[in-house]
């Protein structure tokens, strides 16, 4: 071993290695390196979702309809209000993150500590409330038809208001369609949940109920969706209705382009994934802190590790927001 | 490293005494201009809704917010102003003419497709 080159003569040299290029530790260049691509990757799910909505600019659902609900105040249209709280969670827990970074420089354990669990508590509760607004999403309010053309018929009341189909249309206690299962024959086949109501269904409630409107997908000059007249509202459903769609997946949307949906699933959905994996990240971060780790080595450089990818995962949230909540 | 950092923001016209302070100043900030946001989305006032640019002058509010929004983060929760100007270009440059040559392309082409079908060439296939 003493014959180990140990110097080779060029330290200090900018090529010679053993240097910091840029003043910046090698596992922190690193990590900003893969938050540009990473910021690449969300870029090209939202400009994606920006050509699909220019696609469809005169038909895609408005947010503010959408996402009205906050939890534990039911039947009330509050848009905005509980993402505003999510955003603002997340931006908390950002905080956090960076006052650890900030008592780390200067060695503070019992701070690091303790800001390194205030993120991790954000972290979940921006996760669950994530969750929480899938379900909401999944589980949709109002209902709607799907035509032949694979666009969304919603129906209003005379004032413009929204009426559900719970509310005027009656389902047929004599149904014989029945689900198909896989134990029921053809093993290879099966089928989603069937909608409560059949279409006829809601044409016979729509035909009984005079103040019930259809509503298209259209927007008109003043930024709202097209409200049919009575006559073409049941000519509509009667004509082009095929399928009573309630909530949204992956293949129908009841508030409007089932893309709308793809979109959200996805880009919220890998979102939410990096949210958890930081959150497991600062987890597996917190225990070395507990256990002393960075408090031998003289150096919580991890803890700002990290924090840059936690920031990260706030900076595309920001943006994420924007797009799909306000513009 | 990022033992030293700038204390001020706003180009010098708020300084603060420490690091800690600092923070907590742009989470001030951060929530003032997303409680604009918030404010403005549901209030939609009449005087943004005229089209500049093809937009709604209220979503070019919206997105140069975010951007403010995106650069306070970047900057002072991720320590990007006490990084070398290199590493610092190297980043944000590379990420900005990136995502800029993207949308144009993709935007662009959406409103391409829009008008195929407003012209009534094709109903309806995809």
Redesign the interface.
């Known amino acids: 071993m003493s014959t180990t080159v140990v110097s080779t003569g060029t330290e200090g040299k900018t090529w010679g290695g053993g240097n910091k290029p840029?003043?910046?530790?090698y596992g922190k260049?690193m990590m900003?390196?893969f938050?540009?691509s990473d910021?690449?990757t969300f870029?090209?799910f939202l400009?994606?979702y920006?050509?699909?909505?220019?696609?469809?600019?005169?038909a895609w659902p408005i947010a503010?309809e959408v996402f009205t609900h906050v939890p534990f105040l039911h039947g009330q249209e509050l848009?905005?209000?509980y993402v505003?709280f999510m955003?603002?969670v997340l931006?908390?827990s950002?905080?956090t993150?960076?006052?650890a970074?900030?008592a780390g420089?200067h060695l503070n354990k019992a701070k690091v500590t303790l800001y390194m669990f205030l993120t991790i508590i954000g972290g979940l509760i921006f996760v669950g409330s994530q969750a929480w607004e899938w379900a909401t999403f999944i589980q949709g309010d109002y209902g709607a038809v799907q035509t032949k053309?694979?666009n969304i018929l919603q129906f209003v009341d005379a004032e413009g208001h929204r009426v559900a189909l719970r509310d005027f249309v009656v389902a047929d206690g004599h149904k014989d369609r029945v689900q198909h299962e896989r134990k029921e024959g053809l093993w290879f086949v099966s089928e989603g949940t069937l909608p409560a109501y059949t279409v006829e269904e809601v044409l016979k409630g729509l035909k009984s109920h005079e103040n019930v409107l259809v509503r298209t997908q259209i927007i008109n000059e003043a930024?709202e969706k097209t409200v049919l007249s009575r006559a073409e509202s049941i000519k509509q459903i009667e004509k082009n209705g095929k399928l009573v769609v309630e909530g949204a997946n992956l293949h129908v949307n009841e508030y409007g382009s089932p893309l709308f949906a793809d979109f959200f699933f996805f880009i919220t959905g890998f979102h939410g994934f990096h949210v958890f994996s930081g959150v497991v990240i600062n987890i597996i971060i917190f225990f070395n802190v507990v256990l002393g780790t960075y408090e031998r080595r003289k150096n919580y450089e991890m803890v700002?590790k990290v924090?840059?990818y936690w920031?990260?995962v706030?900076?595309v949230w920001?943006?994420v927001?924007?797009f799909f909540?306000?513009? | 490293m990022a033992h030293e950092h700038k204390l001020e923001i706003f180009r010098g016209l708020w300084k603060f005494k420490s690091n800690t302070q600092k923070i907590w100043g742009v989470l001030i900030f951060l929530t003032f201009v997303t409680a604009i946001e918030v404010v403005l989305g549901i209030y939609k006032p009449e005087a943004f809704m005229t089209v500049v640019l093809g937009m709604k002058l209220l979503n070019w509010v919206f997105i140069i917010l975010t951007i403010v929004k995106a650069y306070y983060i970047t900057w002072d929760f991720m320590h990007m102003r006490d990084e070398t100007k290199g590493l610092r270009r190297a980043v944000v440059w590379t990420a900005i003419f990136l995502i800029l040559y993207l949308i144009f392309i993709l935007l662009q082409e959406g409103g391409y497709v829009f008008r195929v079908y407003e012209n009534g060439y094709i109903k309806r296939d995809f």
Do not use: C, N
Request: glycine share 10%.
């Open positions: 840029l003043e910046a530790s260049m900003w390196f938050i540009v910021a690449l870029s090209g400009a994606a920006g050509f699909s909505r220019f696609k469809f600019i005169d503010d848009p905005m209000i505003a955003t603002f931006i908390m950002s905080v993150m960076v006052l970074v900030d420089h053309g694979g930024g700002e924090g840059l920031h990260f706030d900076l920001v943006f927001f924007t909540y306000l513009v």
